[in-house]
């Protein structure tokens, strides 16, 4: 599990997050970060939650909201380390980084955070194992089970974070 206290979080010189009440993020949890455009769901991400995932011994798949520009550097991964492996689109991308995850956390099991920035490709999300933590943000993809994260712009300096 992954802890964001509450409190005023500064993410940007001028722009912070007043996230109300604890965020806590379990494995065999779903999570849906939304909110308006510039409410700080990528903000989050990328300041706040990654840090505290990068100081813990996990697992961390992210995608990020430009997938097109990940899908030419795995694709460069798999010719040398999977040549066999065929990767085309952004789905086969996919494909290929959960089924690596899958075999890693068959080996040597740990908790595992799946964060989608913004997927256009959901199905591939509910991929995820039970065992794995799911966060993710998008404005019209709603995954079951999924427990809501409201971010709401409160001027061009602050958001607030409400579970």
């Known amino acids: 599990m992954i802890e964001c206290k509450s409190g005023r979080h500064q993410v940007w010189s001028e722009f912070a997050l007043n996230i109300r009440t604890p965020l806590r993020f379990e494995q065999g949890c779903r999570y849906h ?3 308006d455009n510039g409410s700080g769901k990528s ?17 961390i798949l992210l995608f990020e909201q430009q997938l097109a520009l990940q ?4 694709k460069a991964h798999a ?7 065929s990767i085309l689109n952004e789905s086969d991308m996919i494909r290929y980084l959960y089924d690596d995850l899958a075999i890693a956390y068959l080996q040597h099991p ?25 966060i993710y943000t998008s404005h019209n993809v709603f995954v079951d089970n ?5 971010f709401d712009l409160v001027n061009p300096e602050l958001s607030e974070v409400y579970v």
């Open 33 to 35: 970060l939304h909110g």
């Open 110 to 134: 740990k908790d595992t955070y799946i964060i989608s920035d913004e997927s256009h490709y959901p199905e591939l999300l509910l991929r995820c194992s039970t065992h794995h933590c799911l």
């Open 79 to 85: 010719a040398i380390f999977n040549p066999k492996r």
């Open 71 to 74: 899908l030419h550097a795995i």
């Open 146 to 150: 999924a427990q809501q994260v409201r």
């Open 43 to 59: 903000s989050f991400i990328n300041r706040i939650l990654l840090p505290l995932l990068k100081d813990s011994s996990c697992y």
